[in-house]
T-cell receptor, first 115, second 114 residues
């Protein structure tokens, strides 16, 4: 099976712009979670989608949003970018049902740099 | 109450030694505890996970020890190799449907020297 894929892998944006990141989960996985990884704050949970519905949300401002499509692919959007949004954005997928429902598998991430 | 505390921050071990990384949690709702390995430029890879109904789990050279009463768990790497040099993260989450978000420790940078 192919793993979790994320596009683009690298992105450079300017303060004030907006950005959309994409994630394709492992085939058959219906839950997609997004995490932000920075050297200072570590890995922090952004939100999780299951069956096109946001089920959980972390402590991030409303500038961070996401959605999930009927094929389980997910996008996250960050509006009005700030310098502090520079980070590695990771997507993880999980099956939710089956033998190991809570195992989350991560993609390679999108490295976002805000200048 | 959501924190997972991980130590040490960095660790240097000679090849063949047994590095041990420790984590502690407070939230009693946590009942799924995975460990992830991350190499530079890559996403975290799931290594091994444990639930509170067992005190130890082994997969290959990786072992998790779990102490439910102390709310602590640790990762041991047997016969460590230079290729094990990476950053290791412990994590925890509730495992009931609808609330599976992972809370991560701060990471341990492990270096195995030949």
């Amino acid at each position: 099976k192919a793993g979790v894929t994320q596009t683009p892998r690298y992105l450079i944006k300017t303060r004030g712009q907006q950005v959309t990141l994409s994630c394709s989960p492992i085939s058959g996985h219906r839950s997609v979670s997004w995490y932000q990884q920075t050297p200072g704050q570590g890995l922090q949970f952004l939100f999780e989608y299951f069956s096109e519905t946001q089920r959980n949300k972390g402590n991030f401002p409303g500038r961070f949003s996401g959605r999930q499509f009927s094929n389980s692919r997910s996008e996250m959007n960050v509006s009005t970018l700030e310098l502090g949004d520079s980070a590695l954005y990771l997507c993880a997928s999980s099956h939710i049902t089956g033998t190991n429902p809570y195992e989350q598998y991560f993609g390679p991430g999108t490295r976002l740099t805000v200048t | 109450q959501q924190q997972v505390k991980q130590s040490p921050q960095s660790l240097i071990v000679q090849k063949g030694g047994i590095p041990i990384i420790n984590c502690a949690y407070e939230n009693t709702a946590f009942d799924y505890f995975p460990w992830y390995q991350q190499f530079p430029g890559k996403g975290p890879a799931l290594l091994i996970a444990i639930r509170p109904d067992v005190s130890e789990k082994k997969e290959g050279r990786f072992t998790i020890s779990f102490n439910k009463s102390a709310k602590q768990f640790s990762l041991h790497i047997m016969d460590s190799q230079p290729g094990d040099s990476a950053t290791y993260f412990c994590a925890a989450s509730p495992s009931h449907f609808g609330n599976e978000k992972l809370t991560f420790g701060t990471g341990t940078r492990l270096t195995i020297i030949p």
